[in-house]
């Protein structure tokens, strides 16, 4: 449970420190140092909803996988 609670605060860092201000630079307009509006923020959501696609996607991958080893299936009927 530790190496997972650390692994989030580790990813929550990267994405708030590293991705969305990136993302969100690379949208502004040449020679402006500030960006406004929408195309400034949309990049920076579809990132994020793109992450958010790709967890979904491995948890249900990871749940196939272990379908058949859930602590549910092991009790003695």
């Known amino acids: 449970m530790g190496s997972q609670l ?7 860092f990267a994405i708030s420190v590293e991705l969305i201000p990136t993302v ?3 949208a502004e307009l040449p ?5 406004h509006g929408v195309d400034c923020f949309l990049d920076s959501f579809l990132s994020l909803a793109a992450l958010n696609v790709v967890g979904f996607v491995c948890s249900i991958i990871l749940w ?5 080893s859930l602590p549910v ?3 003695p009927s």
């Open 6 to 12: 650390a692994c989030q605060a580790l990813a929550s």
């Open 24 to 26: 969100y630079r690379r």
């Open 31 to 35: 020679g402006e140092t500030v960006c």
């Open 64 to 68: 196939r996988r272990n379908i058949d």
């Open 73 to 75: 299936n092991r009790l």
